[in-house]
């Protein structure tokens, strides 16, 4: 018999890649992989907070670099985040913080708007934490949170202050961070989060990925020997 699930990670990142090539395979358009992909997050994520006590998500949603896909493609997102925001995330995420990660006011100033007033009402719920990553560069991150230093003033720089001027302020390190779809690199999420994470690469396209995935990463995760650059004596 499997040995019980005891170390789960604090925060969790996902890279949801794969929806195109989901959808692809099975002769649907790439608007219908992202339907069944963020429909998908949406029972994953739960999954991860009220099943397995998860208390950061850090979804990879959009990045800077997918602007450069067809309009017909970044439109359906778009219609996707303005659901999300729209949407009756409060109901749907009970005790979950929302916290967009990047510039999403990119999408329009009533995605600005409600999002805005989203992360303001849910700003108290301390217990679980869902950064949604929209618009996000990891790059652009660092930068910002270099600027936001700068114009506080600030003289003398340490790694604590850096983490504390980056989206993922006073939340717990990045212990895990998975990506679907067989691809082997970050496309620029997290960098600075990422610097102890387990990394985990599984090949089935992100709307395929199931609890069943998700729990066979954790228990990967469980088996891990992190070692911080220490030595076992
Ligand atoms: C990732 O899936 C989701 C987003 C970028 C929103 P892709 O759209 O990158 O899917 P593939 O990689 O083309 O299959
Ligand atoms: C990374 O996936 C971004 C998201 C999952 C939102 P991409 O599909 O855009 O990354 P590349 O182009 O393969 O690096
Ligand atoms: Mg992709």
């Not at 913080?97 to 100033?109: A, E, Q, S």
Request: aromatic letters at 12%; glycine letters at 8%; a positive charge.
């Amino acid at each position: 018999m499997k040995k019980e699930l005891i170390k789960v990670p604090k925060h969790l990142g996902l890279i949801i890649d794969g929806n195109g090539r989901w959808a692809k395979a099975k002769g649907l358009t790439r608007s219908m992989g992202h339907k069944a992909g963020f429909s998908n997050l949406e029972r994953i994520v739960k999954e991860c907070f009220y099943k397995y006590g998860i208390q950061s998500v850090s979804v990879y949603c959009f990045s800077t670099e997918n602007w450069n896909r067809p309009e017909k493609e970044v439109d359906y997102l778009r219609k996707l985040f303005k659901k999300m925001v729209d949407g009756d995330m409060e109901k749907k995420y009970p005790e979950v913080r929302i916290n967009f990660m990047g510039d999403f006011g990119k999408f329009g100033d009533d995605i600005q708007k409600k999002g805005s007033a989203l992360m303001e009402r849910t700003k108290k719920n301390t217990k679980f934490t869902l950064n949604l990553g929209i618009n996000y560069s990891g790059q652009d991150e660092l930068v910002k949170a270099v600027n936001d230093i700068i114009s506080e003033g600030i003289k003398e720089v340490d790694r604590e202050t850096i983490a504390n001027h980056l989206y993922t302020a006073g939340q717990a390190p990045l212990d895990l961070l998975i990506r679907t779809s067989g691809e082997y690199r970050l496309s620029n999420f997290m960098l600075w989060q990422v610097a102890y994470a387990e990394l985990y690469f599984p090949s089935c396209h992100w709307p395929a990925f199931s609890k069943k995935h998700l729990k066979e990463a954790l228990y990967e995760f469980q088996g891990r020997d992190r070692r911080f650059g220490a030595i076992k004596e």
